[in-house]
């Protein structure tokens, strides 16, 4: 089965950097192993993305503090209901190793998919932007319902293939996992690329905007 390859259009583009918080890149029970190592990943991807005038949007997943919309979410997981992304606590926060442009956009939400209780198709539709690009943590829950959400909002989504990452779950390795998630998506919802192919295609069609 041939793909569709989806066209790079900067001024028509986001950036979801999905959940860069304190509680999920390192030293907490929600954190991927190799969550640190992520940060420079992201930070060259954001950054190529602001040069090429792509919008920026940091996602921050936090509960509200009085528990109220814990929901289904804090029944599954006790680090939830023990608050690390609690809204307010230090965990909760940006991981300080991210870099926050001026001009980036902080989205809270409340559930794993950036889309749910949100306001982020709002804001992607009243910019004229049809198509993200989705990096992050965890690949397979709130990376992986952002990039379904926004294919059944008919959204272009390039799901960075190493650009995302999480933590091993039963006998199942973070590799193993991450590679079911970015087949399904590549099948199903997605362009999965890597991020050096995607910084190169976002270059390629700044240049060919420059030189119009």
Known sequence: MTIP??????????????????AFVEGTPLSAPDGLKLVPVVNKLAAACRDAGVMVIHTRHVTRPDGSNLGTMGELFEAVREGYIMDGRPTSEMHPAVDIGP??????KPRYGSFTGTDLDLVLRSNGIDTVIISGICTNICCETTAREAGMRDYHVFFMEDGTETF???????EEIKRAVNTTLGLAFANVIPVDEMIDRLGTASSAVAAE
């Open 168 to 174: 091993p779950i039963g006998n199942l390795s973070t």
């Open 103 to 108: 001009n980036d956009i902080i989205l809270k």
């Open 5 to 22: 390859k989806w066209p790079v259009h900067p001024k028509r583009m986001a950036l979801i950097n999905i959940d860069m918080q304190v």
